[in-house]
């Protein structure tokens, strides 16, 4: 594509893509070599009740998503893998050049969220990480020399401010979810991740086309994977919550392991929400 | 925040059945001190020791960080790997209780850092380590350094399966702060090792006392706490659905301890632990609703008739 500049190839390529003004997608996809590296992921997942239908026979990758926004002052939200840890940081010089990096923000902990903070570090010494407070022990996780931000504080970044908001659906407890209010740009981290076909690397949803018929299914899969809780729950009560959430005026859906949704988010969300409630009716088995 | 405000732990305690006042204590207890600062290395039961270190957290109360050794004969097993922040005391304990020995397997409970910190450093003392991961973890994206693991094996949750002769159950955790979250149990020993379930929180000076020690009970709140920081999902967790699903994996297992990485394992009274669970999921859901909790007689601390 001719707006995405590509660094790196396989398990440390990322593609960085302008999204809205001043807001750039830096997007870990793997393109042909999604086979090999999530071939045991996608058969564990084409074990669920519903794969048969969609997931089970189709080509597809998923994706794994940085944001970088760029004002008075500069913040990048969430850092990708080791694995892609040279590349992330070509791609933010190349939307910077000289310019610093002035926050780093950790939605969690985990590794493919979190995992390059020490090479950006170096890359960027005066950059300050923005963590999630009410947690208990930073130092074990990296974040000792963290700011801390609640749900409802603002980050004001000039013409862009972030607001921290509820993290509805998490697995990790120390996680933060962020609303960008001047783009209408709502990360909800790995809330919402689903798939796209192979080859659809760095695209808008809408690019990529319709509406996938497996879209719930798959959506449906992938909730009860990561969140494996929800058996648990009485989704519906989740789902009032979902609907605060997209009260904000949401121009841009952008989850982590997802591609970004721009139109017909009202329907995206519905669908969302059904997969919610169709996840936790699947059955939590103690053995395999 | 700093990690070296844990008091030295004593080599002894008070005979838990001897009287008040001066006398000096009477019962050795089997802390093993090394020269370094904050280790806790300890045997277990039967062939299990612990090591690790102890963090002070923002409120003053300390979390320790766990890795599990078994011995297994002459073929030893690692447990987690702890953080890279304690990698000095944790690599020199498992060297001392080794004594020479090499470790085959190292069984991963879920990547996150305060469990796969030391990876890299085991995987380079002991090049010829096995890495245990759930066949959830996507090890390119969650594992640092994963091309150097030279033997990586994915396990199903819910299945049996033998490492260097032990008989191990990989289970399908039923609470966790990852995705690829596993329990393991060790069924020569009962232990259950449960990743941050069970995990709790202690007072300073209490970082090497197990639960059956004087002074070493469980906290209900501590737990408590610690459950409602690692799994911010419980909120919306159904009490009575959820305990359900703890008892069935207690019904049919012969758990003696449980034996969680941020908290020293649980060596007796495992039915009252279970209950402490159940309501401190019970207390999380009414606390997200604003409700007072109602509990039972039995879960109120009563037993049954």
Known sequence: MKDVEVFGRAETRVGVREIAPDIYWLDHCLGGYAPKYLKIMYSNMASYPGAETGLKNRPIENTLSSYLIVDKKTILLDTMGPAQGGNIIKGIKHVLGDRPLDYIWISHVELNHAGTTPFLLQAFPKAKLIALKGGHHYKVHGLENSERVGVGDVIDLGDHSIEIVDPIVVDHGLTQWAYERTSGLLCTVDWAANFHPMGECFKFLDEIGELSPHLLADITIVLRYTFPWLAWTDAKQIVAAVDDLFDRDVKLFAPMHAPIVRTNIDKYAGILKQAMIDSATLPFCLAA | ?305
């Open chain 2, 1 to 305: 925040m700093g990690f070296g405000v844990s008091p030295s732990p004593s080599l002894w305690v008070k005979d838990p059945s001897g009287s008040r006042g001066s006398k000096p204590p009477t019962k050795r207890i089997n802390i093993k001190i090394l020269s370094h600062r904050d280790n806790l290395q300890r045997l277990v039961a039967g062939d299990i020791y612990e090591v690790g270190e102890c963090g002070q957290g923002e409120d003053g109360r300390h979390e320790v960080d766990r890795v599990y050794v078994i011995k297994n004969g002459k073929r030893p097993l690692l447990i987690d790997s702890g953080s890279r922040i304690y990698r000095t005391s944790i690599m020199k304990s498992i060297e001392d209780i080794l004594d020479g020995q090499t470790p085959e397997v190292l069984f991963l409970s879920h990547t996150e850092l305060p469990h796969a910190g030391n990876v890299r450093a085991l995987g380079d003392r002991w090049p010829g380590l096995t890495v245990v991961v759930s066949e959830l973890v996507l090890a390119y994206l969650e594992l640092p350094r994963y091309k150097e693991i030279k033997k990586l094996v994915y396990i199903p949750a819910g299945t049996e399966r033998a490492f260097a002769g032990r008989e191990l159950e990989f289970m399908n955790a039923i609470l966790r702060d990852q995705t690829t979250s596993q329990w393991i149990l060790d069924y020569k020993t009962g232990t259950m090792f449960s990743s941050d379930a069970f995990g709790y929180y202690h007072l300073p000076g209490k970082c090497e006392l197990f639960n059956d020690e004087k002074g070493g009970a469980t906290r209900e709140v501590d737990m408590m706490d610690f459950h409602r920081n690692a799994f911010g999902y419980l909120r919306w967790v159904i009490p009575e659905r959820f305990n359900e699903t703890i008892d069935k994996v207690f019904e049919n297992r012969d758990i003696r301890i449980i034996a969680p990485i941020h908290g020293n394992p649980i060596r007796s009274d495992i039915k009252d632990h279970v209950a402490m669970l159940k309501r401190i999921i019970k207390r999380l859901r009414a606390e997200s609703l604003g409700q007072t909790p109602v509990l039972t007689a039995v879960e109120r601390g009563g037993r049954k008739k």
